[in-house]
Structure formats: C-alpha cells, structure tokens
C-alpha cells in the first residue's frame, strides 16, 4: 500500500497537456497537430529552425495566438477561451518589452498593482524580486539605462513576481552576446531550480537547448520531432531528421542483409540490431563524428579490430585543428564524405592524402529505415 | 568620397555655407519684415520704420473686434486638436494594427485632404452647412478644421505607433492587464511623442487656417486670420502686422514645444 502512494508521489505530475493542437493560416500549418505533456516543475525547451511552429506553439500557450483546433489544458482545466491576462502565466519576451516610461521598480510592480494588491505586499514583492535578480542598485533607473542583461533580468523579475505557475521564455537571450549569454543561462538554471517553477523555453540556439533544459521537444514544419532530454536526443536520435538538426553527423548508406548486418560500398558491416529489416532494404546509418577514430594504417595493423567493431578504409581530405578538438574529413572508396573528431589531447597524427582506417562500435551508429533526403543536411544550428 | 563639411575644399564649404544662408534668409525676411513693421510708428507700414511703438499693440488688446477673433482662433484650435487626437487616434490604431481589406485604401482616403487643393475642400463644405444651416457656427468651423488637421494628427501618431514595440503590449497583458488597460497604461505613454506631436499639428493648421475659415465665418464670429483677412481688405493699419507677429509668436511657441518633447523623449529612450 505503502509502496503504491509512494509510487503515485514520485510520479512526475502533469501541469500543462496539448492535445492535437492546430495552428492554420489559410492553407499553411504553422502548428500541425501537436500533442505534449508539460511536467510541473520542468524545463522544456521547444528548439527548431525559425518557422517550425516552435514560437506559434508558446504564443498559443501565452493566449496571443487562437488555436484553430485542439485543446490546451492546464490541471486539467482548458485554457483556450481563457484571454492571456486572466492565465496566470508569466511571459519573457525577445526584446524585453519592459515598459519604457517605468522605472525598474516600477516595471516589476506592475503586474501586483494590476492585480490591485496592498502597497505594503507589493513593495514586500518586489524587494525580493530586486533581490533575486540582483538588481536592488537600479531599481530607480529607467530601462533605457541599463544593459542587455541587466533590461533581461528585469524582464524575468516582472514575470515571476506574480508567482505565476508557468514561465515562458521566448529566445530570452537571443539579443545577447555569448558570453553574457551563458552567465545567464547559468542564472536561469539555478533559478529554474530554487524556484521549482515549470518553464517553457523557445531558442534555435541547440547548445543553449541542452545547457538549460531537462527535455527538449525538437520542432520541425509545425511538428514535434523528438522529444527527449538532450542527452537521449544527441546520442539516440529518434531519426534522420534530429540527428542531422542536433551537432554533427555521418550518414551512410547501406544495404540490409538480415536484422544486424547490412552492407555499405560492397563491404559487409555489422549493425545495430533492428527487427524488420528486409534483405535488400535501404538503410541509413549514422554515426557521430566522435563516436568514430581514423587510424593510420600502421595503428590499425597494430590494434586488431575488436568484435562489435566496424571498419571502412578512406583517405584524408582535410584535417582541422579546433582548440579543445580535432577534426579529420575523410573519402571512402565508394565516395562517401565522413567526419571523424578526436580530442586534441588524443592526438590524430594524419596527413591530406593519407589511407586511413574510420572504425567506429556498432553499438554507437544509430539505423533508420525512413528518411527524406532533406533530412540529411540539417546544418547545425543553422536556420 | 563622402560630402563632409570637413572633406570639402574651403571653397565649396563656404559656398554651400552662403546658399544655405541665402535660402534661410528667403523664408525668414518676410517673417522679420512683418514683425518688424509691428513695431514701426509709421501708420503706412513704411520700412524701414521711422520709430518705435507699441501703440499698434495698445490697439490690437483694446479693441473687442481684434480679441473676439483671438478668442475665437483660440477655442476653435483647442477643439479642433481635441477633436484630432480623439478621432485620431482610433483611427491610427485601426490603420496599423487591423488586419481587414481595403485598410491601404482607407489610409489613402483620411490622407486625402492633405492633397486636395483645399479650396475645393472648403466649398464643399461651405455648401454643405450653408444647406444644414451651421455655417457661422462655432461646430462648422471646427468640423471643418478637423477634416484638414486630421491626416496629419493620424500620420503622426501611425508613425509612433509603428515605431511601438507591440509585445511591450503583449507583455502588459500577460502581465495581468485587459487589452484596454495595457493601452492606457503602456501604449498611451509609448506612442505618446506621436500623440503630443499630431496633437501641435491639429492646432498648428487650426490656428493659421484661412481658406475654410472665410467661407465658414459669419459677422459675428470670425478667426484671427479671416479678420486680418477682411480687415486688410478695408485698411492697411499696423494693427495686422501685431496680429501676424502673435500668431507667428504662438505658432513658433508651439513648434519651440513640441522640438523640446521631442528631444526629452529622445534623451528617455536613446534606441
């Protein structure tokens, strides 16, 4: 009995559901049938190119866009005949948007004196708020004199002093430069995690994605097309689609022979094993360009293949040196471009020209049966 | 090679310089000239003027004639600004922010009076009162006025408010305010440079507006411009330089306004 309620408590609960939600504009589908579970208390981030629905999605959530159908629940209870200032719900946009002719202090209170609440409460309020944000010096200032991040904090301030449940974040930091930007971002991590609050996030920027959030819903043509925590996403790809969107990756592309073996240029190569596969069937194979090594002929004569290994042989194109990285471009014989990166320390000794040896573990390439081909050059980060 | 004072030979900057000063001085002299016959003793507008007086000024404030019209350009300006802004302002909203056909068309239609000539204007609503019987009236002078204040009050303020920063708005709104209340508390005070300035405008074309007026005036009551207007026909006494010279006064007073609005504002929000 015990153990049952105890269960029941650790289940994350859920705050907000879409359900099929539809946003049409004449013939287009900005938003095209989504459904999703938001968990009270986590940090989703809704990450895509501009134009995959990701923005339309939370300014449906805010109330400023009318879905054309579906439902969007909060506890339970619809929120789609609910005007957005009667949601509860607190909004950072791209631009701040801090009301120019209030001062800090000002801009902050003002959502507790619409709500008409006691001067003494407000002032309570928006003491703590300053506090939270660091910003105690500048209440009297108006938001003109201060600076990118500091205008953001205020922003995140005025959202989060009415308590609302949930946050939404549209490309909060998109205006900033990296490295405020990421002192931010540790910012909001750390009171994303004091304040136990649900937050919805909005970016493009796939490296600010996995940096905050606990789960990431990756937008594509109105769709969601992977939901997972960044982790599974990077290292499991749900398919083609996220593993090119989300860093780097090489594609190959084979033929089945069975469930766990497929070939690739005439060359048999062991794979994953995936229940399904038709003798003959076009696969595709994807491998992070970390998860593989290039070794010079003599190292690969020196180092026999392990079992669960592959190994292709190809030339060297280019070698990049990169800092904290190195990246190796390579040719197979059949003509097929990879990447291959080390970490410097590792050490990849190659020349231009050179005959290389590209293994990688079966157990890291991941296998699709179904693809487009738009799929397969989703620059990173790029839109 | 960009046409910097400093990158100019000496030459072309002093030139540029005199030609510059030469145009100034054609729209200026005639302003100048007026003011300064206001001042002059000689009872023919004779420049220069022999002497100094004031006596044309005792004149214009002892006459009831001269201070009805005064008073009369006065109320008709305030109210027609009122008027502006009040229509304006919907009206500038509907133009930028609705989404509906024919919403160019109609822009083109409330800009209209800016290219009509306006005498044509002016008949037209001359016959218009004179079959409804208001002509004279204090309502016929500042319908008419608002008609030709308002392209430029709802150009003024569509300019701000395009300059407005919607989802400051948005966030107003989400922030727990109705659509209603994020306008007066936050686009109000956002687009107000634009309001300010369309507002000077109304009163601007209100205050110096003639043709309208002359069609529109009655014996008893008559603008400052139409009285100098029918007063010339009469006499040439300086007592119209002293009108010209407070009606350019007020006129300069409110630019002088407005330029300072317009540089506090721009001090408030640098982007």
């Known amino acids: ?383 | 090679m960009l046409l910097t004072p400093n990158a100019m030979s000496p030459r072309l900057r002093w030139g540029l310089y005199s030609v510059t000063g030469l145009i100034a001085l054609f729209l200026l002299l005639p302003i100048v000239f007026i003011v300064l016959l206001s001042f002059g003793s000689s009872q023919w507008l004779v420049f220069p003027p022999p002497g100094w007086t004031l006596k044309w000024y005792q004149q214009f404030f002892n006459n009831p004639e001269w201070m009805a019209a005064a008073f009369a350009s006065l109320k008709v300006a305030v109210l027609t600004t009122i008027f502006a802004v009040a229509l304006g302002l919907p009206t500038a909203f509907a133009l930028v922010r609705g989404r509906f056909p024919g919403r160019d068309m109609l822009y083109g239609i409330f800009t209209l009076p800016m290219i009509v000539p306006l005498v044509i204007i002016a008949v037209a609503v001359y016959a218009l009162f004179l079959k409804l019987g208001y002509t004279g009236t204090l309502f016929s002078f500042v319908v008419s006025h608002v008609i030709v204040a308002l392209p430029f009050t709802i150009i003024s303020i569509i300019n701000s408010l395009k300059l407005f920063d919607q989802s400051i708005e948005d966030a107003a709104v989400i922030c727990g305010a109705s659509r209603i209340q994020a306008v007066f508390k936050v686009t109000f005070p956002g687009i107000r440079p634009g309001m300010v300035a369309g507002a000077l405008f109304a009163f601007l074309v209100s205050w110096d507006e003639v043709v309208l007026s002359v069609m529109m005036a009655s014996p008893n009551l008559q603008t400052l411009p139409v009285k100098m207007w029918t007063t010339l026909r009469q006499d040439l006494t300086p007592v119209i330089a002293v009108a010209s010279t407070l009606l350019i006064a007020l006129s300069v007073l409110v630019m002088f306004i407005a330029a300072t609005l317009r540089r506090r504002n721009e001090a408030r929000m640098p982007s």
Not at chain 1, 241 to 259: E, H, I, M, P
Not at chain 1, 262 to 270: D, I, N, V
Not at chain 1, 298 to 325: D, I, M, R, Y
Request: glycine share 8%; proline share 4%.
């Open chain 1, 1 to 383: 009995m015990s153990a049952v309620i105890k269960d029941v408590a650790q289940q994350p609960q859920t705050l907000v559901c879409l359900r099929n939600l539809n946003k049409h504009y004449g013939d287009f589908a900005a938003v095209d049938n989504i459904s999703l579970d938001i968990q009270d208390g986590e940090f989703l981030t809704f990450l895509g190119s501009s134009g995959s629905g990701k923005s339309t999605t939370l300014s449906m959530l805010a109330g400023f866009e009318t879905p054309s159908s579906g439902e969007i629940l909060v506890s339970g209870k619809s929120l789609v005949n609910v005007p957005p200032h009667k949601r509860d719900i607190g909004m950072v946009f791209q631009r701040y948007s801090l009301f120019p002719h209030l001062s800090v202090r000002d801009n902050i209170a003002f959502p507790l004196a619409i709500r008409k609440l006691a001067a003494a409460e407000r002032n309570k309020r928006v003491d703590a708020m300053l506090k939270l944000v660091q910003l105690d010096q500048f209440a009297h200032r108006r938001p003109s004199q201060l600076s990118g991040g500091q205008q953001q904090r205020v922003a995140i301030a005025r959202a989060l002093v009415y308590e609302p449940r949930i946050l939404l974040m549209d490309e909060p930091l998109g205006a900033l430069d990296k490295k405020l930007r990421e002192d931010l971002q540790d910012e909001l991590r750390q009171l994303h995690r004091r304040l136990g609050i649900t937050i919805v996030y909005v970016t493009h920027d796939q490296e600010e994605a996995m940096r905050l959030s606990q789960r990431i819903a990756i937008f594509s043509h109105g769709k969601i097309v992977g939901l997972g925590s960044g982790y599974d996403l990077y290292q499991n790809p749900p398919n083609a689609f996220v593993a090119s969107f989300l860093g780097n990756s090489n594609f190959l592309r084979l033929k089945a022979q069975g469930n766990a073996v497929a070939t690739f240029e005439g060359q048999l190569l062991s794979i994953r094993l995936t229940a399904g596969l038709q003798t003959g069937q076009d696969t595709l194979l994807m491998i992070r360009p970390e998860k593989a090594q290039a070794l010079s002929v003599e190292q690969a004569a020196a180092q026999p293949l392990q079992t669960g290994w592959n190994e292709v042989s190809a030339k060297v194109g280019e070698v990049l040196f990169l800092g904290e990285s190195q990246t190796c471009a390579v040719l197979t014989q059949g003509g097929t471009a990879m990447t291959v990166k080390a970490l410097s320390a590792a050490g990849m000794p190659l020349k231009t020209g050179e005959q290389v040896r590209v293994r990688w573990a079966t157990a890291d390439a991941c296998v699709y049966t179904q693809w487009a081909e738009s799929d397969l050059n989703k620059a990173a980060g790029a839109h």
